[in-house]
């Protein structure tokens, strides 16, 4: 299956966690069609990170943000373009440069994935986001975007500090509210979007969703106290909430573990209650600094209460509820399990 004969999906930022992941869900999805009317295509500055992917079946091509004839090389055939935003200081200007690229080459079809909260934020991240947001709309007639919550999978980011300290630490209240999704939430809207019900590809977005800016949130609205009250019943154990401030948060964060939870077997495959699979692998590597930089603004967002609601945009789309926080915790559990648990009374 070349793109020579080929419908493209091109996925952006594949060096990096969520564009990394969505493409290796969409690539394990794709096993189940063995007729499948597109190739997904995986682009990066640094391809040396996407060896998986190429296993998979991606075709995984370099751009480079200085050089425009990469990134058309790239877009050749492209129908979609699923865009996934750097974690880069000057990511505002390559969305730019490349949102301009897809206009040039003709691409039909774009998603933008961005922020719950680039509409009406005032932290940097988020306004970048909205930055980014406005000129994937004004480039492609034919867009949407999908602003999402805080996503399940970052409390990856915050497991060390459970299991040495029994502490979840974060920079917001214990009573400050969000509603975390689940990445698989989020994969199954693009897959609603981009692909029809037999799991090929639309040649052009239905106009339901043109335009649209969907705001993908989990089904409920939790406290940080409720958080580590999931965690305990799931993990047997005492863990506390601890508000730290940002400096710290971001300390913490530079000195996580990743690489500890790499290939774990229990990532891809396994399932909740509900028999939907736990399709989304845990990051491979600390968030860089940008990407720290983006999580504390989330963070921020959160605890300044604006982050307290509940949407049924993923149901609109997906036509099922999202799924609930607790069945990641349930997934996940040995992650989360402190080394020394002191256990609930």
């Not at 699923?82 to 206009?103: K, Q």
Request: aromatic share 6%; net charge neutral.
């Amino acid at each position: 299956m070349t793109s020579q004969n080929k419908n493209v999906i091109c996925i952006t930022s594949c060096d990096h966690y969520l564009g990394n992941a969505i493409t290796h869900v969409l690539l394990n999805q794709d096993k189940k069609q063995s007729k499948r009317n597109y190739v997904v295509r995986a682009l990066a500055r640094d391809t040396s990170k996407l060896d998986d992917l190429k296993k998979c079946g991606a075709e995984v091509c370099q751009i480079d943000y200085k050089k425009q004839d990469t990134i058309e090389r790239a877009l050749n055939g492209a129908v979609w373009v699923l865009m996934v935003p750097e974690s880069d200081n000057d990511r505002v200007n390559y969305a730019n440069i490349f949102a301009d690229t897809c206009r040039k080459v003709g691409v039909g079809n774009i998603i933008f994935l961005s922020l719950l909260g680039a509409d009406n934020a005032e932290q940097k991240s988020l306004r970048d986001y909205r930055e980014m947001e406005r000129k994937a709309e004004g480039v492609i007639e034919r867009h949407c975007i999908l602003r999402s919550a805080f996503a399940v999978q970052y409390f990856h980011y915050f497991s060390d500090c459970i299991i040495k300290k029994n502490k979840l630490e974060m920079p917001i209240r214990s009573d400050s509210r969000m509603s975390p999704i689940h990445l698989n939430d989020v994969f199954c809207a693009i897959h609603y979007i981009v692909l029809d019900k037999n799991g090929q590809l639309q040649r052009e977005m239905d106009r339901n969703h043109q335009k649209k800016h969907y705001t993908l949130t989990g089904p409920e609205a939790i406290s940080a106290n409720t958080l580590v009250d999931m965690m305990n019943i799931i993990t047997e154990s005492k863990v506390e909430f601890e508000e730290i401030k940002r400096k710290q948060c971001e300390e913490n964060l530079r000195a996580c573990e990743q690489k500890k939870v790499v290939d774990e077997p229990t990532s891809l495959g396994s399932k909740h209650e509900e028999d939907r699979d736990d399709l989304f692998p845990p990051p491979k590597h600390c968030p860089n600094d940008i990407e720290i930089e983006t999580i504390c603004d989330v963070l921020d967002y959160i605890k300044c209460g604006k982050a307290n609601y509940v949407s049924e945009d993923v149901q609109k789309i997906t036509d099922r509820e999202p799924i609930p926080v607790i069945w990641f915790f349930k997934n996940h559990r040995d992650e989360f399990r402190p080394k020394s648990p002191s256990k609930l009374v």
